[in-house]
């Protein structure tokens, strides 16, 4: 089993930033890829980013140019820096972890998922 917690999450402006962190532990690998996922009030829960276990990176296209996801394999925790965020950011975000290192866009792609934790952007 693996387990994933993310912090980071809360409240800011548009136009602000945060960093999101997920901690995986248990059975965990620096080869399983990893991905980020958000679901806001009443939508399906949609694809933010992932990083393969080499370390390609994929992004959404609504993200794209504004959000970044890096591992850091020693400390086992992957990082979501957002930037120039916008309201329709506003969302739970999900940290999920797939084994394998390959990458994968869609929930059903990943076995293990964090709780999640609120991103609330303010217009």
């Known amino acids: 089993q693996v387990q994933l917690v993310e912090s980071g999450g809360g409240l800011v402006q548009a136009g602000g930033s945060l960093r999101l962190s997920c901690a995986a532990s248990?059975?965990?690998?620096?080869?399983?890829?990893m991905g980020w996922f958000r679901q806001a009030p009443g939508k399906e829960r949609e694809f933010v980013s992932a990083?393969?276990?080499?370390?390609?990176?994929l992004y959404a296209d609504s993200v794209k140019g504004r959000f970044t996801i890096s591992r850091d394999n020693a400390k086992n925790t992957v990082y979501l820096e957002m930037n120039s965020l916008k309201p329709e950011d506003t969302a739970v975000y999900y940290c999920?972890?797939?084994?394998?290192?390959?990458?994968?866009?869609?929930?059903?792609?990943?076995?293990?998922w964090g709780q999640g934790t609120q991103v609330t952007v303010s217009s």
């Open positions: 248990g059975r965990t690998s620096s080869n399983f890829a």
């Open positions: 999920a972890a797939r084994s394998s290192a390959s990458l994968r866009y869609t929930p059903s792609g990943y076995d293990y």
């Open positions: 990083v393969s276990g080499p370390g390609a990176t």
